[in-house]
């Protein structure tokens, strides 16, 4: 098939390279623009698939919005039996969404109806779900209402939110990649009206570590933003990313340092970080950071 690819993150990189491996033509990959990044957050960044696309010899485009009309009939212009869209970060004109010759299919991490929208793997965690999975939707108007094709399923446990991405990015490939080889045999089923959620985008100020929660609560707030943005706690003035943590036992005020090995207490229970990172540092083990930065038991974090 003549295959237009819309994709941004890691978590598209799969899925195009699935493609191209199924023998399909891929004639363009649509991605975000070049941000301001590297070590001094001034030099352009292409995304992780507009790297991946000029390494497989793929035209990449990455106009800033697709409402105008020059950019849909450049659109239209390629001709493609099929758009397959992965976490592109823009919405879909109509004119877009009715261009190619079977229209546009997405591939949406999480079992809908639950966690439509932008963050549906940290909600998904956030929330204490046993499973998730990935989902092949045909893209319409509405944010993310389309029938599903075909759809995998994966249990959380205690995966973070950079696991869970990892896990569905390449089970959401092999999806794609089944679907596209006979669409005939995967009829779509439309979305119960129950059971609808909404996968809101992440604030960084959900970032910053709860200790008025109970102890499983910020656990899984610390695995919903790991290993980005990253959960943090802030002491002497710097903040420490908590990227690995475990339930412990104690307690005592929430955010009262219990022991020294950086046991924290919660509204309900105790956290014990395993893997922290300092600003600037890389991620290292709890009790390398202590020898470094005393935080020392009866110390109250925010």
């Known amino acids: 098939m003549r295959i237009i690819f819309m994709g941004t993150p890691d978590f598209a ?6 493609l191209v491996a199924a023998g399909h033509s891929v004639v363009a990959a649509y991605t975000q623009p070049p941000r301001p990044g590297g070590r001094r957050g001034k030099e352009l960044t292409p995304t992780p698939v507009h790297r991946k696309a000029e390494e497989l ?24 039996d099929i758009a397959v869209v992965a976490a592109y970060g823009l919405i879909l004109p109509q004119a877009v969404l009715d261009a190619p010759g079977h229209g546009c299919l997405n591939l949406h991490g999480s079992i809908l109806p639950r966690w439509r929208g932008a963050a549906p793997i940290q909600r998904a965690i956030l929330a204490g779900d046993p499973e998730t999975g990935v989902g092949i939707m045909r893209m319409e108007a509405g944010l993310d209402t389309g029938p599903v094709l075909l759809e995998g399923r994966t249990p959380i446990d205690r995966k973070t939110a950079g696991e869970l991405t990892t896990e569905l990015a390449q089970i959401g490939a092999d999806l794609i990649v089944r679907v596209l080889a006979d669409l005939s045999a995967y009829p779509e089923i439309p979305q119960p009206e129950d059971g609808v959620t909404y996968a809101r985008k992440i604030d960084k ?5 709860d200790f008025a929660q109970d102890a499983g609560q910020v656990e899984r707030q ?5 290993s980005a943005p990253g959960a943090w706690f802030e002491f002497d003035g710097e903040r420490c990313k908590v990227l690995v943590a475990e339930p412990a036992e104690g307690s005592a005020t929430p955010g009262t340092v219990l022991d020294n090995q950086l046991t924290i207490a919660c509204a309900g229970g105790a956290i014990r970080p ?22 020392t038991a009866g110390t109250k974090l925010a």
């Open 205 to 209: 100020a959900e970032t910053r570590i």
């Open 57 to 80: 010899g793929i035209e990449v485009r990455h106009p800033a919005s697709l409402k105008g009309a020059e950019e849909q009939a450049a659109f239209a212009a390629l001709d493609a």
């Open 274 to 295: 395993t893997l922290v990172q300092r600003a600037g540092r890389p991620a290292m083990a709890t009790a390398d950071l202590l020898r470094g930065w005393a935080i």
């Open 13 to 18: 990189v799969p899925a195009l390279e699935a």
């Open 222 to 226: 610390i695995r919903a933003f790991a």
